[in-house]
């Protein structure tokens, strides 16, 4: 499981923390997500999550991962919101089709590319969320209040960036969500209040947030909203799940990776699993040496958040 520890002389970074972690859902026999973070060139946390259908689709999402990362000094060269919309989808045939290239010298089938995809960056005040397929966002605002974005597609069928590979999959896979103008459903959730919208499938899925708003920012694969009671099969919410991955007591080394190893047996002990894979990342903003949100002093999972 990769991270990074955190900056602390970086120019312009000296403020900022991050760290990423992957893990294997209960019932997977191995795990399909991948998660690196780093520093170079640019901050930044990128995920991907490959197709549980897709033979040797982990090897797929690690190839979609690491082609990523090469592209980043490119995404760095963007400069506001018409940009990021215009570049997404060409940035993003640049990436499979290196990718592509790649799998076909290993001998592998095109469909190991079948994998969603999230790319996040900062540049010191705001951090930037490309997103190719489904996937799930937590922010805390300064105030300490949570907010989620869960972005999921028709009939459970992401839009990876492998069907631009093959004209033929491209043109099945709109056949198969049924309504292409609506197949993208974005919801968010606070702690007051809700909405969704839908979207043409392949509207570009771009995020931005301001560090001062937002002084932590978590991005994760979906496998994030995939927890159930092993007792009742009831699903927990994603917005309480976020409560409780956020809640990051210790900021130094593999903060994210010690949170979700803690939540995760926090979670078994009251018979709670994740069914899936999964991925998650998290910049935090640092004013004097110290996380701006408040610090809980007990982990441990509230009664109020587990399904009935």
């Known amino acids: 499981m990769l991270t990074t520890k955190n900056n602390t002389d970086t120019d312009g970074m000296d403020s900022l923390l991050l760290d990423a972690y992957y893990t294997i859902g209960r019932l997977h026999l191995f795990c399909q997500d991948y998660a690196i973070s780093g520093w170079e060139p640019i901050p930044h946390l990128i995920l991907a999550d490959g197709c549980s259908a897709a033979p040797d689709s982990d090897l797929g999402a690690r190839l979609l991962t690491l082609n990523a990362r090469r592209l980043l000094p490119r995404l760095a060269r963007l400069t506001d919101d018409r940009d990021h919309l215009a570049w997404h989808w060409p940035l993003g045939q640049r990436l499979i089709r290196r990718a592509a290239r790649q799998a076909r010298d290993l001998g592998l089938d095109p469909a190991v590319l079948d994998a969603t995809l999230l790319i996040a960056w900062c540049d010191g005040t705001t951090v930037y969320v490309h997103l190719y397929g489904d996937g799930c966002l937590a922010v805390r605002r300064a105030d300490g209040g949570i907010a989620t974005i869960r972005v999921e597609y028709a009939e459970n ?106 939540a995760l047996a926090d979670y078994a002990q009251r018979q709670v699993i994740n069914v899936d894979d999964i991925g998650m990342g998290a910049f935090v903003r640092r004013l004097d040496g110290w996380a701006v949100q408040a610090l809980p002093m007990n982990s441990k999972i509230p009664v109020w958040e587990m399904p009935p």
């Open 157 to 262: 069928a992401p839009y990876y960036l492998s069907y631009l590979l093959d004209p033929e999959r491209w043109a099945l896979y709109q056949e198969a969500i049924g309504e292409p103008e609506t197949a993208q459903s974005i919801y968010y959730q606070s702690d007051v209040a809700e909405s969704n919208r839908q979207e043409r499938f392949d509207a570009p899925t771009v995020f931005s947030f301001d560090l001062a708003t937002f002084p932590v920012v978590a991005v994760a694969t979906d496998g994030l909203d995939s927890f159930v009671s092993a007792e009742t099969g009831a699903r927990l919410d994603l917005q309480p799940v976020a409560h409780t991955m956020l809640d990051f007591h210790r900021l130094d080394g593999a903060f994210v990776q010690r949170r979700l190893r803690e």
